[in-house]
């Protein structure tokens, strides 16, 4: 390779390499793993993938039929990927759906089945010239039906467009990188263009991640920049009916996580959780609940404990405490008995007392 194709691969390369980094935090390191991220990191990481294939396609025309089948793999994906993660945003559902993950687990499962039974008989030019055409309308008929989900903010955008969202446009600007990345591989199908246009695929991605990695880099909040609504509580007060679903929400994430046994929750970790910030939280509780943030996780906290000592939990009184999310006795017991007006150690006599009459 000359001077200039070294530069090529290392910035082709490089952005494969980032979009993979990316992907895996989002998936396995993010505290945040709602829908909406999770189909992002699956998006970054199909894309990472095809995107590498692509790379060493480009310096290596002769690479292993293997290499060509795990990435038009990961590309049969991404349609699905992009559907998903603009269908999760706009809907915003506390977990994936079923349906959804039937949908996606038929398709992997489908993929799968297909490279292992196939994985000796297609070659390059059978997955050029086929495979890769059903694979890439697989990908527009995703593209299309994203649009389709996306039809009001497209209207907002030629309309109204200084009304929208923050979230509204980055689900624009990711739409967009995606057609484009589309159809500049698109464009490799034609036989002769493969190597070059394919290639321009992987620099536009390249591209593309770098500057919204440099824009969310550059803006000091991006809490909501996947959820669509919260911002509009900011400075007024809940209705009943959304403050009713906010705080089933909310319920949920705790008890189903137990996250008030995390002695260092803060209110702006568990904002983050239902996609609102601390202020808004604090308005929330104050507003429905008549409770500050401390007390409202307390009370989860004592409820646990009065678990564990009606179960005869053998850790002793000051363990339990520690094991439910106190950082010391003396809390422990001030909130035991400011929530059910007695002390630990009395409520648990009481209940001595009463199995023995």
């Given amino acids: 390779m000359n001077e200039s194709n070294y530069i090529l691969f290392f910035w082709g390369a490089l952005g494969a390499f980032n979009g993979l980094v990316l992907a895996v935090y989002l998936l396995f ?11 992002l990191g699956f998006l970054l990481l199909m894309l990472s993938v095809h995107i590498g294939r692509s790379v060493l396609l480009y310096f290596d025309h002769d690479l292993p039929a ?15 990927c992009l559907f998903f993660f603009v269908k999760s945003t706009l809907e915003q559902p ?35 010239k086929y ?17 389709v ?20 446009k980055w689900l624009l600007t990711i739409f967009f990188a995606n057609a484009v990345i589309f159809l500049a591989f698109l464009g490799a199908l034609p036989v002769g263009r493969l190597f070059n246009i394919c290639f ?15 824009v969310l880099l550059y803006k000091k909040d991006t809490a909501y920049l996947f959820a669509p609504s919260p911002v509009k509580y900011q400075h007024k007060k809940v209705d009943h009916t959304e403050a009713a679903v906010l705080l089933q929400k909310l319920e949920q994430e705790i008890v189903s996580k137990a996250i008030f046994k995390n002695t260092e929750l803060t209110v ?31 009370q989860y906290r004592i409820h646990e404990a009065c678990k564990m000592i009606a179960a005869n939990h053998p850790f002793s009184l000051e363990a339990i405490g520690y094991e439910v999310g106190f950082n010391s006795k003396s809390t422990f017991y001030a909130a035991f008995k400011k929530i059910t007006g007695t002390t630990p150690f009395a409520y648990k006599e009481s209940l001595v007392k009463a199995s023995v009459s």
């Fill in 94 to 128: 506390a977990t994936i759906p079923r349906a959804w993950q039937w949908h996606m687990g038929a398709l992997l499962a489908g993929v799968i089945v297909a490279v292992v039974l196939l994985a000796d008989t297609i070659g390059p030019t059978m997955c050029n």
């Fill in 66 to 80: 293997i290499y060509l089948q795990i990435g038009l793999s990961a590309c049969f994906l991404i349609g699905p």
């Fill in 268 to 298: 702006s970790e568990l904002a983050k959780a239902i996609n609102l910030s601390s202020h808004q939280l604090s308005q929330l509780l104050n507003d429905n609940q008549g409770q500050n943030f401390t007390s409202y996780i307390n």
């Fill in 149 to 168: 989900q996306l039809k009001d903010v497209f209207i907002k955008l030629f309309t109204d467009r200084k009304n929208l969202k923050p979230v509204e």
């Fill in 29 to 39: 390191f993010s505290r945040k793993k709602n829908p909406p991220n999770l189909f």
């Fill in 200 to 214: 321009s695929g992987a620099l536009i991605f390249s591209f593309v991640l770098y500057s919204i990695i440099f």
């Fill in 131 to 147: 495979v890769a055409r059903g694979v890439y309308t697989a990908w527009s008929m995703y593209i299309i039906a994203a649009a």
